[in-house]
């Protein structure tokens, strides 16, 4: 019983971090682009306001995801639920790179023009 509850208060914490993550890349006054990817470098983006604002909608989105699939481990580690939670944070990491890659950084991606 406990360990349901613990593994899920975790994966809350963790959608928390997100939604906070989210409200203060929307509500930044410094002008930096938040960054997707760690240790890598940032390219050169357009409007960094815009950006900011789709890099928060991505991260509260995946936030909220992220907590109500957590919900599936309420129901015990050896539940065929439990699998839900898994194997969905897999498929929601996968889709939130491929929003980043696809969309954002095509969008705001500065040209180089020569």
């Not at 593994?7 to 928390?16: A, D, P, R, S």
Request: glycine share 8%; proline share 3%.
């Amino acid at each position: 019983m406990e360990g349901r509850i613990l593994g899920f208060i975790v994966v809350c914490m963790i959608g928390v971090a997100f939604l906070c993550w989210a409200v203060y890349a929307w509500f930044s006054k410094k002008p930096r682009p938040m960054g997707f990817w760690v240790n890598a470098e940032m390219f050169e983006v357009t409007d960094i306001k815009k950006y900011n604002h789709a890099m928060s909608k991505l991260f509260g989105t995946f936030g909220v995801v992220l907590m109500v699939l957590g919900f599936p481990l309420l129901a015990g580690q050896n539940s065929a639920w439990a699998m839900l939670s898994i194997v969905g944070v897999m498929i929601e990491s996968i889709a939130a790179m491929m929003v980043y890659v696809l969309v954002i950084e095509k969008k705001y991606r500065k040209r180089n023009t020569k």
